[in-house]
């Protein structure tokens, strides 16, 4: 399938809305009946600062990606990433996942920052070497497991706890990871 990315801006909210209703999960966990409408957070992650990427195919969008450029460092943080489930075992190259990480990343390294850091579920099936692969540009990038936090904790950090988490406990075990991207040429 051949995709088109585009960043996305407030005026898209009702698509995000749509892609990300179409996840029964997030970070393998069932999402809440009563949560609030992802549609308003995506609002306001974009009104703080947070840039967001979508993969569109027949004019629909199937994937997206939200960072957060960290203001005072050569960083951002990956907010989330989402695709439209296609009833098959996990491929982002299908989905659209690594056609919208690419334009993302693309964004971040345009500005200099070439450490992303994120949160992931830590369940068995997550695994760093399944899940990077296929991943575009970043599966170019060197992986770290900084820490391992618990459901419904903080990380032991303040600093991942504010730029990573938005200062809410993780809904499940997880994963704040680091991905740094490759060196290129000497220095």
Not at 130 to 144: A, D, N, P
Not at 160 to 186: E, K, S, T, Y
């Amino acid at each position: 399938m051949k995709f088109t990315t585009r960043p996305l801006s407030i005026a898209d909210s009702r698509e995000v809305q749509a892609c990300y209703d179409s996840q029964p999960k997030l970070m393998l966990i069932e999402k809440s009946p009563d949560e609030a409408p992802y549609a308003g957070v995506f609002e306001q992650l974009l009104l703080t600062g947070c840039v967001a990427f979508g993969a569109y195919a027949n004019d629909e969008l199937r994937a997206f990606v939200v960072f957060w450029p960290w203001p005072s460092l050569p960083a951002s943080t990956l907010v989330l990433m989402v695709n439209r489930p296609d009833g098959m075992i996990y491929n982002p190259e299908r989905s659209g996942l690594q056609a919208a990480l690419d334009a993302g990343i693309a964004s971040m390294e345009a500005e200099g920052r070439s450490s992303i850091y994120f949160a992931r579920a830590a369940g068995g099936r997550w695994k760093n070497s399944t899940i990077k692969r296929r991943l575009g540009r970043l599966s170019e990038y060197h992986f770290l497991a900084v820490e391992r936090v618990e459901g419904g904790k903080l990380a032991r950090f303040p600093a991942f706890n504010q730029l990573i988490l938005g200062g809410r406990p993780l809904r499940g075990d997880a994963i704040i990871g680091h991905a740094l991207a490759p060196q290129v040429g000497d220095f």
